[in-house]
């Protein structure tokens, strides 16, 4: 056998285990989506998204930063920029203050502790097989 073709070969096998990954991953994935926590984020952003206050304030957050970014660059008055500071922090406060946004605060928190939790356990995971952390592997008992 050639050099070539054996070189194919594990090629070929590679893709097939990095396909059995991504499924794998595509499973999770999907696990997640169908999840508590997935459910209720869903339901706290539609709720977000359709209350005209809290619209409007991001409206005129954002509006607010852009006025601040040309203060702070183009016309450099740092007595405007710590104005528009105070106002948009003024607008924060008064945003954070609804309670439907520390409601959907508290689940974009939930949903991230979740997939912080996957993340690690697979961390850990391959880290015990292969010990990552001390820098090798434990070598195969046969190259075939």
């Known amino acids: 056998m050639s050099e070539h073709n054996i070189m194919k070969q594990v090629h070929v096998r590679d893709l097939y285990v ?3 990954i991504m499924k794998k991953a595509q499973e999770l994935a999907d696990a997640i989506a169908a999840s508590e926590e997935v459910e209720i984020y869903r339901k706290a952003e539609k709720q977000i998204q359709s209350n005209e206050r809290v619209q409007s304030l991001i409206k ?3 509006k607010k930063q852009k ?5 702070q660059t183009t016309f450099k008055n740092e007595q405007m920029v710590q ?3 105070k106002e948009i922090e003024e607008l924060q ?7 439907i946004v520390s409601q959907f605060q508290q ?3 939930d949903l991230n502790y979740l997939l912080q939790m996957v993340v690690s356990a ?4 391959v880290s015990e097989k292969i010990n990552v952390e001390a820098g090798h592997d434990i070598p195969p008992a046969r190259c075939d």
């Open 60 to 62: 005129l957050i954002k």
């Open 93 to 99: 406060d008064e945003l954070d203050n609804i309670p």
């Open 83 to 85: 104005k528009i500071e």
């Open 122 to 125: 697979i961390r850990d995971s």
């Open 67 to 71: 006025e601040l970014v040309a203060f």
């Open 107 to 109: 689940t974009q928190a």
């Open 18 to 20: 990095r396909g059995d």
